[in-house]
């Protein structure tokens, strides 16, 4: 006896997509099952979220897709010669990418390895903070790197991401978004992505590094909380439109592959001068929070390393690894 065959859910999208109305007839034709199935099919296509119309006594109209990030999509777009995205995993819903991608590095993940999720629980900013990160509208990706790096030269990455970061942000909206170091992606004085890297080192080499991407797509208004230590925005918010999170997760993946090429070739000159035309400090005053001290001075640049460079009142240059800047 011949078993029935499945319909899947793939199988009827490809029919629907870019054909305007489909009778049931010819669904079920086609897919050789029942009217009834294919009916089944769209009521739980429609529960995940793509609006497939019912034309009486015609037949049946794809309207929208949702916005998911599609694994197998990406992996095509970008092609075999992109090292960053050669594996590319896409999770419904994670705790954090970075957590997942740090576990999968330790038991060896390759380089160039992407994860990527609709919703994290428990998304990780820097110092124990909280990274908010509602499904469906967002960006959250956490790259694995294995840089032959000294340990002390790992910052440099943050810089990298951060331009890949401006420069997919320009590719996909025409926006000019301003870094501001070391970490955050402003746009009109608002924080619209933060990095997170991690490192796993041993004393003179690095063993791999995460690269933490956050990115505020198409969140609205209602969806950031009140309490938020600097003002918040999406891309959405700054441009009007609605970005797709499949198209911008390409245009990322690319620019890091880039840079992280250039990188490896000629080192960290070309990403601190592409950081430069993006750092939004640059004969301006900042104040600078690092554990409990605060200082201020006028931003003098960004070191060999990436650490900060600030002039004190004694005429005394400072440098800063880590802490939390504010232009004044
Ligand atoms: C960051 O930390 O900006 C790093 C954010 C990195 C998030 C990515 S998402 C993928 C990957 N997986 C993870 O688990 N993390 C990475 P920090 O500079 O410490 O900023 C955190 C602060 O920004 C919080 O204390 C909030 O005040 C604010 N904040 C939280 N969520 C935000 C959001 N979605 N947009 C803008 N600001 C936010």
Known sequence: MSMPRRTTAADLLK??????????????????????????????????????????????????????????????ALGSACLIGRRIVCYGETGSTNADAFSLAEQGAEEGTVLLADRQLSGKGRLGRRWESPAGVNLYCSVVLRPELPPYEAPQLTFLSAVAVARAIKATTGLQPAIKWPNDLLMNGRKVAGLLNEMNAETDRVGFVILGIGVNLNMRAEQFPSDLRTPATSLLLESGSAVSRQLFAIQLLRELDQEYRRFQQEGFGPVREDWACYCNAFGREVQVEMGGTTLRGPFMGIDHDGALLMQLSEGRIERVLSGDVTVI
């Open 15 to 76: 029919l629907l997509r870019g054909s305007g109305i489909v009778s049931g007839e010819l669904l079920s034709r086609e897919l050789g099952v029942s009217r009834t199935a294919i009916w089944k099919q769209i009521v739980s296509l429609r529960s995940a979220g793509y609006r497939i119309d019912a034309l009486p006594s015609q037949g049946y109209c794809l309207a929208a897709e949702p916005d998911l990030l599609d694994e197998s999509c990406l992996r095509d």
